[in-house]
């Protein structure tokens, strides 16, 4: 009866836990001659058919004089592209994104091009369904967005969530897990720095099912150690081995972030503050494990006295969700 009900939290479970949609709301406006825009999007596919957003420039005088009949036709709603003339001294030029339901968390980015060859890129959130061109963002702006995409990447990211969990039930509590999650947070940040900043590259594809893989693996080692005995390299150096798969992590992190874009000005900053971003939202969820088992386990008799159950269906449950994630990977190479 537990295998059963395993499997059918697991299956359920993996559904629901999809890969996170890092993908933005993408969106270029490109000014051809003074006043004249050429407005591009394209749209994650994960809307259903009918709740993809509108996206239209508005201004002083600005127009749609046509709208290119073959924008979109492959996936209608998904991708598109429209003119629009407007006076050559616009001093309010915006773009609009109206959603027919609720925004599902999709940030947008917005690459704004004008005719002196200046190219602006504005990453919003989701709530911020107005976007002035021509205002420029503040440094504090700057700093919040990309610290909040870092902490929505890593707390929407269940299959990282799902490795740093791992991490926590090999390494225990106090200084031996300080040092285990230290060495991932080093070892995904120099991966996260070299790949974002072209120096370094690996497929997403293979990233994302290695990322699966590794999951597999620590929770196969938390089986073997606990219920027969097996002391391994991953038990006996979990620091080393958190580092090893953390370089592959930050190749995923590094995704999201190309995904998010870069301002050209300001890379390395915003760099900074998304991995910052990161950081925060791991220690938000390795503080609200540690604070969840010291309480249940002080609290309730019940889980004191059914601890070897419960740690075999958490063990069980991230197997199955990582092998998943595993085949649903490979199939689609």
């Known amino acids: 009866m537990i295998l059963r009900t395993l499997f059918v939290i697991t299956t359920f479970w993996s559904v ?6 890092g993908r933005p709301v993408f969106i270029d406006v490109f000014e051809h001659e003074p006043g004249n825009y050429l407005l591009k999007w394209k749209i994650p596919p994960v809307l259903l058919q009918g709740q993809q957003p509108s996206i239209e420039l508005q201004g002083s005088e600005c127009t749609r004089p046509f709208a290119d009949k073959n924008a979109g036709a492959a996936n209608a709603g998904l991708n598109g592209r429209v003119r629009y003339q407007c006076s050559e001294n616009v001093k309010d030029l915006s773009v609009i994104l109206s959603y027919p339901g609720i925004n599902p968390a999709l940030t947008s980015l917005i690459i704004f091009k004008t005719t002196d060859g200046k190219i602006k890129q504005i990453f919003s959130s989701p709530e911020k369904l107005s976007i002035s061109l021509l205002t420029e963002v503040s440094g504090w702006a700057l700093v919040s967005q990309y610290i909040s995409a870092g902490i929505r990447h890593i707390l929407e990211g ?10 926590i039930m090999i390494a225990g509590a106090g200084r031996r897990l300080v040092y285990t999650v230290t060495g991932f947070t080093i070892a995904h940040s120099l991966t996260l720095s070299l790949a974002t900043l072209n120096l370094l590259s690996l497929p997403s594809l293979v990233v994302e099912t290695l990322i699966a893989i590794s999951i597999l693996l620590l929770a196969v080692e938390l089986h073997r150690n606990r ?5 391994s390299f991953t038990w006996r150096y979990p620091i080393l081995t958190a580092g090893l798969f953390g370089l592959l992590h930050g190749f995923g992190f590094a995704g999201v972030l190309a995904d998010l874009g870069l301002p050209d000005d300001l890379r390395l900053p915003a760099l900074f503050f998304f991995n910052l971003g990161v950081e925060i939202g791991q220690l938000l969820f390795v ?28 063990i069980y449950f991230l197997g199955g969700l990582s092998a998943y994630w595993t085949i649903e990977r490979l199939l689609s190479w």
């Not at 629901?16 to 949609?21: A, G, L, N, T």
């Open 227 to 231: 219920y027969h005995g097996y002391v």
């Open 287 to 314: 503080g609200f494990i540690l604070l969840a088992a010291f309480t249940l386990s002080k609290g309730s008799k019940w889980i004191v006295a059914n601890f070897i159950l419960l740690d075999k269906a958490m």
């Open 16 to 21: 629901v836990c999809q890969s996170h949609e």
């Open 158 to 167: 269940y299959d990282h969530l799902a490795f740093v969990l791992c991490l």
